[in-house]
């Protein structure tokens, strides 16, 4: 291990980060403006051209605003509670590969963090943590609307994870390993949305569970629970929440593409360095964003699902198609 | 049970192709500051005191829009008309006239109460102040500005020219 290793790892978790936090911004002004023409209006257009501003005007915004911690609250843990919430949703894109190995400064450059044999139990489990943040985030808070979106967040957390961890194992195992890596590349011929058309919709609708985006934001359901868990959080508190909540929107995007849409596979991903994987970096990222805005077409088409509804289609319908799923793979992959 | 799902399905694909359409579709955004949308004929917005042709001020000073007012924001003054300096053709003109726009609810009803038509509600509602002393018009803004060539009030009068409220009464039609 050479001191140009580490520097290589250190700027690519840098590089990372920032195409995560800049995302995270880009991301909202997306959703703003998509959904602004999808409800037949202009939506941000004065900051910036087309709003492009509008991201650092809300930071600066955030940044200033009075830190309020109610006198109730719980200090020590209303304070932890957004970090330990934001970490776990940035880190988790450390096992994603962007592209192929390319070659730069003299040196072979892989496009991706690192290249763990059991990443999918790495992205399970990570994800899984930030699920405490917002528990002890409404625990924090003493409030009973916190409490209701906290209650909801972590049992609709639960019962979706099952049915999403089923659902990912399907290309794990028509890819033979739990590497993100491996399983992009066993997508050279077909992409595993074709043969695990089933695993896709469960994955679909548990990601989106999973980032309680809608039509399942029951924890933080404005019009019932003002806010949920992040009622009492104002300044930049609530700005880690919403960061949290987008970054794992883009991280659930682009696990989502390289599980089932290809990763970085697309025509003329072979040529030589470095050509080829700078296409990588294109498709993926393009995967990406048509993934995102198809999350950003759902929020703007369909209503909030009622809460027993949401329990009853998590563990009645899912789980039971999930498992099935499972079992059904399997048996093709023995025989095969 | 399978009609159910598909009908499901379809009311489904109808909702995402709904809104995938709208998006393509212009936006009827108007932009406030550079486009404004013409008000209608009847748009009830900033009032304002009304004059004769000749001059004189339509306000004879009666306050029944201050007793119409529902939210109380008319204050009426009146004082007598002299020949020396006459400012409505009746015996009385109003010396102050007050309207606080803040408390204004713009429900035309000192319109309605007006026996000479003098009070009108115009077509102004970009109305906003920084204190609330602004928020309070008087006679000097509310007063329509005079045709060229027609003297200002107090005008000096002949004895007995006019000695009615409403000079000219129109018959409803």
Known sequence: MDIAMVLEWVVKAAVILAVMTGGFAYVTWLERKQLARMQVRIGPNRAGFAGLLIPVADGIKAI????????????????????????PSLIVTAVIPWGRTIDLFGRSVSLYLTDINVAILYILSVTS???????????ASNNK????GGLRATAQMISYELALGLAVLGPVMMARSMSIVSIVEAQK????IVPQIVAFMIFVLTSLAEINRNPFDMSEAEQELTGGY?????????????????????????????????????PGIDLPSPWGPLLGIIYFWGKTIIWLMCIIWVRATLPRIRYDRLMA????????????????????QIWK | MIKQFFESVIALVQGFSFTLQSAFTKPVTIQYPEQKREVRERFKGRHSLMRYENGLEKCIGCALCAAACPPGAIFVEAAENTDEERYSPGERYASTYEINMLRCIYCGFCED????????????????????????????????????GVMDTPQRTDPGQFNRAVPIMKNPQ
């Open chain 1, 313 to 332: 289609l998590g563990w009645k319908i899912l789980f039971p198609i999930a498992l099935l799923n499972v079992l059904v793979t399997a048996a093709v």
């Open chain 1, 129 to 139: 943590i930030s699920v405490y943040g917002i528990t002890l985030a409404c625990w």
């Open chain 1, 64 to 87: 200033f605003k009075e830190e309020l911690i109610p006198a109730t609250a719980d200090k020590f843990f209303f304070v932890i509670a957004p970090i330990i919430t934001v970490i």
């Open chain 1, 230 to 266: 992040n009622t009492e959080y104002s300044g930049m508190k609530f700005a880690l929440f919403f960061m949290a909540e987008y970054i794992k929107m883009i991280a659930i995007s682009m696990i989502g593409t390289s599980l089932f849409l290809g990763g970085y596979i697309g």
């Open chain 2, 113 to 148: 109460a007006c026996p000479t038509e003098a009070i009108v509600l115009g077509h102004e509602y970009a109305l906003s102040y920084t204190d609330r002393r602004s928020s309070i018009f008087t006679k000097n803004m509310l007063l329509q500005p005079v045709q060229p």
């Open chain 1, 145 to 148: 609307y916190s409490m209701m």
């Open chain 1, 189 to 192: 011929g077909l992409w595993f």
